[in-house]
Every structure is written in structure tokens, then in C-alpha cells.
């Protein structure tokens, strides 16, 4: 091949080469123009939907739009218990945590029975009470089981019980006037027993809880407004809307001092209580205690603090601190127990201590 043939063969590989680049330059840039024209679309397009946004009304859902509640039918339960009447707690033996006594004790009761009032009527509206129901869950004295408790009473049990007689009957009249219709539900506790230790025959009739409330419900018998249910059994059931309330003492309950607290013995007492009802064709679906002076409230279980509140027991015995309350709960006949809450009952202030 002479000099000339390979000069026009070097030359025709250097077009093919430059033809290639410039063809690569040329679908590179079409690719890119494509590109940016597809970013250009998209950019269009989202301008337009911000400028129809800024055109366009928001309307929010119905269901955002808070209207007049309807007015709805329920029943407040109220528990009062562990009160511990005539018991004196020396403020100078607990570090100034509480102080109780006679004059307390109807300072709290009064106070406990304005606050149910108070709580139903201006906490909670749009509701239509057809009655209320009173749960006097035991221990209404501290009775003189324990010889400290005798030595520093401020009474003997027949003087206590004359005098807490008419104070209870006193705070029922006031809660029956303003609900209307009321059930009075009572079983006895443990510190109002007449015998030294427990019983479980004539636990009742041995009891002084069972007597005040039998008391009180003669005082009442003339009124049609007022039903009672004073057994003289551990227990009662009451039936709110057919939705059923079951309400011991627990001081059936064992245990309660783990890291768990009162709660495990507690709902092991339930599951026992809620087999046997079961077994005789009954049922339950909320149940009601004090005893443990700790409110403690589910919608399957309800435990009643103190009107009396810390004490001296509570704490040598270096127990959790909790202010003097009451279990207060809503029933529906739709959902049975909804609203729960306690009612506070100590007014430092005016008790003057």
C-alpha cells in the first residue's frame, strides 16, 4: 500500500471516530432536553394545583363540627366507706400528713356529699340522672377491736353509732333530694365487728356497719324514693340498667404487699367471685371494695380510698400516701360503667390543722 492510501485510510477512521462522538454529543443533549422538558411538566402541573389550592374553600368534616350534646340517660354510683368514725389520727404522730377526729369527720362526710352533687352537676353535662345509687361499702367505724383504738376513740361504739346515725342520714337526705330516686346498697367491713376475730357465721348481725344501716334504713321507710338493700350477706349485687355491680368489703382479699400492690390479689378475688356467679346462673360486671384505702378504678374493678385518709398504721407500716376520697363512677345503660373519678373530701383549711 503506497504513502497516500494510508494517509486516506487514517483519515476516513478519524471522521468515522468524530461522526461517532458528535452522533453520542447529539443523543446525549436530546436526552437532556427531554429531561428538563419532562421537569418543565411536571413544575407546570404543580404550579396549577397550588393556584387551584389557593382558589379552593377547605370545608372540614361534619363530625369536626362540636354541636349541643344530647342529653343522656345515666345513674352516678357513689361509695362511701372506710371512713373510720370517732377514730382520732394525731397530726403531731404523722409528720403533719393528716389529722382526724370527730369534728373532722362531719367537715369530710358534709364536704364528700357536696362534691357528689358538684361533680354530677357542673362537671358533667348532658346527662339526664334518673336517680343515684349509694354503695356503703363497711368500715364505717373503727370500732375497738385493737385496744390502741379503744384507749383513744373518741366515744364508745353505742355513742358512735347514735351520733353517725343521724350524720349519714343527714348527707343520704341531701343526695336524695337532688337526684330524686336513690338505692342504698351496705355491707359490713371488718373494724365494726363485735367479736375479736372474723367470722363467717352471723358476720352480719355481729356487725355494727349492719346495724347503722338498718338504722337508717328504718329513719327512711316512709319515704318512696328511698330503697335499700342491707343483706346479711358479705356481698350484694346491684343491677344498674341490668348491668351488674357487686360490692364486698375485701378484706377477703390475701396478699397485696409484692411490687405488684393490692392490684393482682384483688383481681384474683374478682375471677373467683365472677366463676362462682356464673356457676349459679348470675354474672356481674364491675366490682365494688374499700378495705386497702387505696382508689383504685377500672371499668371491671373499683377500689375505694378513705374518708379518714393516712394514718398512723399506714405509716409505721410505710404505705403509699393518699388524700381522703371517694369512688364516684357514671352508669349508662348502653356501656354500664363509663366516667370515673374520685371525690375529694378533706379541706385542710377549714378543718384548721
Same mark, same amino acid.
Given at each position: 500500500?503506497?504513502?497516500? &492510501?494510508?494517509?486516506?485510510?487514517?483519515?476516513?477512521?478519524?471522521?468515522?471516530?468524530?461522526?461517532?462522538?458528535?452522533?453520542?454529543?447529539?443523543?446525549?443533549?436530546?436526552?437532556?432536553?427531554?429531561?428538563?422538558?419532562?421537569?418543565?411538566?411536571?413544575?407546570?402541573?404543580?404550579?396549577?394545583?397550588?393556584?387551584?389550592?389557593?382558589?379552593?374553600?377547605?370545608?372540614?368534616?361534619?363530625? $369536626?363540627?362540636? @354541636?349541643?350534646?344530647?342529653?343522656?340517660?345515666?345513674?352516678?354510683?357513689?361509695?362511701?366507706?372506710?371512713?373510720?368514725?370517732?377514730?382520732? =389520727?394525731?397530726?403531731?404522730? $404523722?409528720?403533719?400528713?393528716?389529722?382526724?377526729?370527730?369534728?373532722?369527720? =362531719?367537715?369530710?362526710?358534709?364536704?364528700?356529699?357536696?362534691?357528689?352533687?358538684?361533680?354530677?352537676?357542673?362537671?358533667?353535662?348532658? !346527662?339526664?340522672?334518673?336517680?343515684?345509687?349509694?354503695? !356503703?361499702? @363497711?368500715?364505717?367505724?373503727?370500732?375497738?377491736?385493737?385496744?390502741?383504738?379503744?384507749?383513744? %376513740?373518741?366515744?364508745?361504739?353505742?355513742?358512735? !353509732?347514735?351520733? #353517725?346515725?343521724?350524720?349519714? +342520714?343527714?348527707?343520704?337526705?341531701?343526695?336524695?333530694?337532688?337526684?330524686?330516686?336513690?338505692?342504698?346498697?351496705?355491707?359490713?367491713?371488718? *373494724?365494726?365487728?363485735?367479736?375479736?376475730?372474723?367470722?363467717?357465721?352471723?358476720?352480719?348481725?355481729? %356487725?355494727?356497719?349492719?346495724?347503722? /344501716?338498718?338504722?337508717?334504713?328504718?329513719?327512711?321507710? &316512709?319515704?318512696?324514693? $328511698?330503697?335499700?338493700?342491707?343483706?346479711?350477706?358479705?356481698?350484694?349485687?346491684?343491677?344498674?340498667?341490668? *348491668? @351488674?355491680?357487686?360490692?364486698?368489703?375485701?378484706?377477703?382479699?390475701?396478699?397485696? @404487699?409484692?411490687?405488684?400492690?393490692?392490684?393482682?390479689?384483688?383481681?384474683?378475688?374478682? +375471677?373467683?367471685?365472677?366463676?362462682?356467679? !356464673?356457676?349459679?346462673?348470675? /354474672?356481674?360486671?364491675?366490682?365494688?371494695?374499700?378495705?386497702?384505702?387505696?382508689?383504685?378504678?377500672?371499668?371491671?374493678?373499683?377500689?375505694?380510698? /378513705?374518708?379518714?385518709?393516712?394514718?398512723?398504721?399506714?405509716?409505721?407500716?410505710?404505705?403509699?400516701?393518699?388524700?381522703?376520697?371517694?369512688?364516684? +363512677?357514671?352508669?349508662?345503660?348502653?356501656?354500664? =360503667?363509663?366516667?370515673?373519678?374520685?371525690?375529694?373530701?378533706?379541706?385542710?383549711?377549714?378543718?384548721? #390543722?
Amino acid at each position: 500500500m503506497s504513502l497516500g &492510501d494510508e494517509i486516506r485510510d487514517e483519515s476516513s477512521t478519524l471522521d468515522k471516530a468524530e461522526l461517532i462522538r458528535a452522533r453520542r454529543a447529539k443523543e446525549q443533549a436530546e436526552r437532556e432536553v427531554s429531561r428538563l422538558l419532562d421537569e418543565l411538566e411536571r413544575a407546570q402541573k404543580a404550579l396549577a394545583i397550588v393556584g387551584s389550592l389557593d382558589e379552593a374553600a377547605l370545608q372540614p368534616p361534619k363530625w $369536626m363540627n362540636v @354541636g349541643k350534646p344530647k342529653i343522656g340517660r345515666a345513674t352516678p354510683i357513689v361509695m362511701l366507706s372506710d371512713t373510720h368514725f370517732d377514730e382520732v =389520727v394525731n397530726p403531731d404522730e $404523722m409528720e403533719g400528713l393528716n389529722a382526724y377526729n370527730r369534728e373532722i369527720a =362531719v367537715m369530710r362526710l358534709e364536704r364528700w356529699s357536696q362534691n357528689v352533687v358538684k361533680l354530677a352537676r357542673n362537671y358533667l353535662a348532658g !346527662l339526664q340522672y334518673d336517680g343515684i345509687v349509694v354503695m !356503703l361499702g @363497711g368500715d364505717i367505724f373503727s370500732g375497738d377491736i385493737h385496744e390502741e383504738l379503744a384507749e383513744t %376513740n373518741e366515744d364508745t361504739m353505742l355513742g358512735s !353509732l347514735l351520733f #353517725w346515725s343521724e350524720q349519714i +342520714a343527714a348527707a343520704l337526705d341531701l343526695l336524695q333530694r337532688e337526684f330524686r330516686q336513690m338505692h342504698v346498697a351496705s355491707v359490713m367491713g371488718n *373494724h365494726g365487728r363485735m367479736t375479736r376475730k372474723p367470722r363467717a357465721k352471723l358476720r352480719a348481725r355481729t %356487725n355494727f356497719d349492719w346495724l347503722l /344501716s338498718k338504722m337508717v334504713q328504718r329513719h327512711f321507710r &316512709d319515704n318512696s324514693k $328511698m330503697t335499700f338493700d342491707v343483706p346479711e350477706s358479705a356481698d350484694v349485687l346491684v343491677r344498674v340498667y341490668d *348491668h @351488674g355491680q357487686l360490692m364486698t368489703h375485701g378484706d377477703q382479699v390475701n396478699g397485696g @404487699g409484692g411490687i405488684g400492690g393490692i392490684y393482682p390479689p384483688v383481681m384474683r378475688l374478682r +375471677a373467683r367471685k365472677q366463676q362462682r356467679h !356464673l356457676q349459679v346462673g348470675s /354474672s356481674f360486671e364491675t366490682l365494688w371494695m374499700g378495705h386497702w384505702h387505696q382508689y383504685l378504678s377500672t371499668p371491671s374493678l373499683i377500689v375505694n380510698g /378513705s374518708l379518714k385518709g393516712y394514718d398512723e398504721y399506714a405509716m409505721v407500716s410505710n404505705f403509699a400516701f393518699e388524700q381522703p376520697q371517694q369512688a364516684f +363512677a357514671i352508669v349508662t345503660p348502653e356501656r354500664g =360503667v363509663t366516667i370515673q373519678a374520685p371525690v375529694f373530701c378533706m379541706d385542710r383549711k377549714r378543718e384548721k #390543722w
